[in-house]
């Protein structure tokens, strides 16, 4: 239950997820004091039945939950129960796994962070430690240890095309850090993906992100081709704003771009793609800094289509299902199928809700003589401010 209010909340802050999954948080938060943490309770009575002094390694409630309210709502209260049992020499969240530890990619109070540094300085700290220290020895643990994992089982990691729950990719964690800033995986449901690439093959570069947030990001990416490469890396933890995109060679690989070679300023959000042109055999540096806040995206609409449930019929009818996914409702809204870059039919739709309660808000409307890659296109003159622009376009194809 918890995961999907936790994707509806990251995407769009929708009130009923996050006041289900706060009120279950608070219950939860409400056991935890200092020198009394409270690990489990007795379902019926709701008495604690594991309560410790000073927290020990997985002996207190939630711990990717606390994190994830924290993400969604940007609330202190959410840092508290970590925060407090840093304060007490013990557990404060989980301890860097497999080298990955999504507590260490974000920000703390001053002597939470400090008391992160002391910790994460192991070997195995892998890439939890590197972003925190900006060390890249740090890596080298578990680099080597993936290499050789992938190396004595390559078949059952790629041709065989794994799915099963216990064929896992834990060991490669620090590796798919270095390239995405965070390394999703079985029951690891936080999201801090930083970044990921389209356009580029997985040989035909490296990548690291030295730094990622609300606010700014780093990657140092290496092209191992003989050609310039050309791509796109679309970013995933930067807030709304206007930002200044600097790239640069780092010949000596310290980590530093050695001069600017171009600068743009670009209007970025998650889910916004930066274009990349990557100079061959050469290290380039990639900053983004954030220059002007604007407002929160999740505080708009949001029209999307999808082909679940819009599909082209044998007579060319077509009943497009328009629904709003976001946290306001949406007005006048245009529907348009075109076809070769010309407007063939329109509709407008008076209104639709938002889905506030977490019911589905759909209206439809109906195309009579659509074609095989007709695109059905909401809001084809983006009037209409929304969390996303990327669903409002469909392709059709016979189902």
């Known amino acids: 239950m918890l995961h999907p209010l936790y994707v509806v909340g990251l995407y769009n802050r929708n009130p009923t997820a996050l006041d289900k999954f706060e009120r279950w948080g608070r219950t939860w938060r409400k056991y935890q004091s200092p020198g009394r943490f409270v690990g489990q309770v007795d379902i019926l009575s709701g008495e604690p039945t594991v309560v410790s002094e000073r927290p020990t390694a997985e002996a207190v409630g939630p711990v990717n939950e606390w994190l994830a309210l924290y993400q969604m709502t940007g609330d202190p209260e959410w840092q508290e129960p970590f925060t407090f049992t840093m304060a007490a020499g013990g557990y404060w969240g989980t301890h860097a796994k497999y080298g990955r530890m999504p507590h260490a990619l974000l920000e703390w109070p001053e002597a939470a962070q400090t008391a992160m540094r002391q910790r994460l300085t192991r070997p195995e700290d892998g890439y939890a430690a590197f972003f925190l ?237 659509a074609q095989d890659r007709d695109t059905v296109i909401v809001d084809p003159e983006e009037t209409i401010p929304e969390i996303a622009e990327h669903n409002n376009r469909l392709v059709l194809g016979s189902r």
Request: charged letters at 25%.
């Open 133 to 369: 220290h900006k060390d890249r020895r740090y890596l080298e643990y578990w680099l080597d240890a993936s290499a050789s994992w992938f190396g004595w089982f390559p078949h059952m990691d790629t041709a065989a095309e794994q799915q099963t729950d216990r064929v896992l990719s834990y060991k490669a964690s620090v590796p798919i850090s270095c390239y995405l800033g965070n390394a999703p995986n079985r029951n690891r449901f936080l999201n801090f993906t930083a970044v990921s690439y389209e356009g580029l093959q997985g040989d035909d570069f490296a990548a690291l992100v030295w730094d990622a947030g609300p606010d700014v990001l780093k990657v140092a990416i290496y092209n191992f081709r003989d050609a310039a490469l050309q791509g796109r890396m679309r970013v995933w933890r930067l807030d709304h704003g206007r930002y200044r995109v600097r790239t640069g060679p780092d010949a000596d690989d310290d980590g530093h771009m050695d001069e600017l070679s171009g600068e743009r300023t670009m209007e970025l959000q998650r889910y916004a793609a930066v274009t990349l042109t990557l100079p061959p055999k050469q290290v380039t540096i990639v900053e983004v800094k954030q220059v002007e806040q604007l407002g929160d995206l999740r505080s708009r609409a949001d029209l999307a289509l999808s082909p679940l449930d819009t599909y082209l019929g044998p007579e060319g009818e077509i009943d497009v299902k328009v629904h709003n996914i976001g946290a306001l409702p949406a007005r006048d809204i245009t529907v348009s199928l075109v076809r070769g870059g010309t407007v063939v039919a329109s509709h407008v739709i008076e209104h639709i809700e938002d889905p506030h309660d977490l019911l589905p808000r759909i209206a439809t409307v109906h195309f009579s003589d």
